[in-house]
């Protein structure tokens, strides 16, 4: 979609904001729903569903039991997966069937997480100083959650929507390979999660300094490529070292790529994203990404600086993750190898990526293998469907918060369902500090109001969409 369009419907939307009427909604549901939400958060954080030493089928099952207690029929409930270790699961709530599906999906591995790194342990839900603590807590249990704990309370309601819900909490997004529950299903169940579009994870909420500045809507991301650099040689005795050292032509390398950094530059979502960002940022910030929308590279040096998100945004970006190397203490290495993971802008091909990796790298010594055939999914359309209920639910908790539409710099299943005809929208409600993401890392967290207003908000947000005025 041309950047025009972008900007002519982003115009549009913040023209028309303060005019169109607002839901009287409520920043979080009641007591009961809350503690419904709460106790399937609890169940699913504590079920150790780690992409190698967990497993998803519990949490399925789990679920699955909820929904049958609820009233849902065993007909409307579907357990199975790739692996049986790795099983999804998919519910449809019915509707009228007016309007074509809508999918939620959420999935429900998690990162390994190691008890010696963390201050607490990960695999129980704790709550302390008004955060809630454990692996997936925000990558990706609350929102698996709060869909369970709010189709359950749709049925209580018998609410009646235009479309057919469906509810797809999946395996192994973490891990991906081929127990990858979206893969899965698309390839062997299509007619159970196909939709209209879909809501995800992606888009979240940002705070700065406890203020509530956008709450993001997600309509494409980068694509993730693996490389393996690999060095090896015939080794040797330790008590003769040569400079020939497998160790240090990899950490040579790896110096290297350190100091290095892909072009910046905007593309068609970041544009106007950042335009958007210019009308919320207070400070001399304000001016900057006023600029970076205009396609200043001095600015986009400024931003990019200033936080490690603005600059994942603007530019593909490779970071080692895994070492390997040598096979005793006393011998000089005969392998030394990285895992480098790379998050790429769509536009850029794997290939370039490949080949400014090797120029970076400049030894030979070094190999330089792509893991795997990654390839970048389409941008999401800005539908003004989704746009305006997103914005009519964010104005009813926030008064005042715009949505903003993003490119997020991670990866999601939203790619797999992208390429597969399925529009793909990422946003939860949840806000988080723009200086404390701690996804994937040591002692994940979100606030505990956060996740009962995401779980209010995505109440209305659904409801909007599925019953549309």
């Known amino acids: 979609m041309p950047n025009s ?11 028309s904001f303060l005019a169109s009427p607002s839901l009287n909604g409520q920043s979080t549901r009641p007591d009961a729903e809350k503690k419904l939400a709460h106790d ?4 699913f954080i504590e079920i150790q569903s780690g992409f190698t030493t967990g497993s998803t089928t519990p949490v399925a099952e789990a679920a699955a039991a909820r929904l049958k207690a609820a009233g849902f029929s065993e007909s409307d409930i579907f357990l199975g997966g790739a692996n049986p270790r790795k099983a999804n699961l998919v519910v449809r709530y019915r509707g009228t069937g007016k309007l074509k599906p809508i999918l939620l999906l959420a ?7 190691k008890r010696e790194d963390w201050s607490m342990d990960p695999f129980q839900l704790n709550e302390r100083d008004g955060y809630f603590y454990g692996r997936g807590t925000g990558d990706d249990k609350a929102q698996a959650a709060i869909w369970i704990a709010n189709l359950i309370q749709y049925k209580k309601e018998g609410f009646k929507p235009d479309r057919d819900i469906i509810v797809a909490l999946t395996a192994d ?3 991906g390979g081929p127990f990858n529950g979206v893969d899965w299903l698309i390839a062997n169940h299509r007619d159970s999660i196909d939709a209209e579009f879909c809501l995800n994870e992606g888009g979240w909420g940002e705070m700065i300094n406890g203020k509530h500045v956008a709450n993001y809507l997600q309509v494409a991301e980068k694509y993730v490529v693996n490389f393996r650099f690999e060095v090896r040689n ?52 304000k001016q900057d990404l006023a600029a970076v929308a205009q396609g200043s590279q001095e600015a986009m040096q400024r931003v990019a600086a200033t936080s490690a998100a603005f600059n994942a945004t603007l530019r593909t970006t490779c970071v080692a993750t895994l070492l390997e190397g040598g096979h005793a203490m006393n011998a000089l290495p005969q392998l030394a190898a990285a895992t480098v993971n790379c998050r790429v802008l769509p536009e850029d091909s794997a ?3 490949l080949t400014t990796l090797r120029e970076v790298v400049a030894d030979d010594q070094v190999s330089v293998k792509p893991l795997g055939q990654p390839e970048p999914g389409p941008v999401s359309p800005l ?85 549309p005025n």
């Open 173 to 175: 997004e973490e891990g």
């Open 40 to 43: 399937i958060y609890k169940e």
């Open 351 to 353: 290939d370039y990526v």
């Open 107 to 113: 999935h429900i591995d998690v990162v390994e997480a």
């Open 234 to 285: 015939k080794g040797g005795h330790s008590s003769l070292p040569v400079a020939d050292n497998a160790i240090y032509h990899l950490a040579g390398g790896l110096q290297r790529l350190s100091q290095f950094g892909f072009p910046l530059k905007t593309n068609e979502v970041t544009k106007p994203y950042f335009q958007q960002m210019a009308n919320i940022e207070p400070g001399p910030l």
């Open 383 to 467: 539908r003004p469907d989704v746009l305006d209920a997103a914005r009519r639910a964010t104005e009813s908790h926030w008064h005042g918060v715009p949505v903003v539409p993003n490119m997020v710099m991670g990866a999601t299943d939203g790619k797999r369902l992208r390429m597969s005809g399925i529009p793909t929208y990422g946003i939860q409600g949840i806000f988080i500090d723009r200086d404390d993401v701690r996804f994937h890392g040591r002692d994940e967290r979100i606030m505990i109001d956060s996740f009962y207003e995401g779980q209010s908000f995505l109440f209305d947000l659904v409801k909007l969409l599925a019953k």
């Open 5 to 15: 369009k972008y900007f002519s419907l982003l115009l549009f939307f913040a023209a």
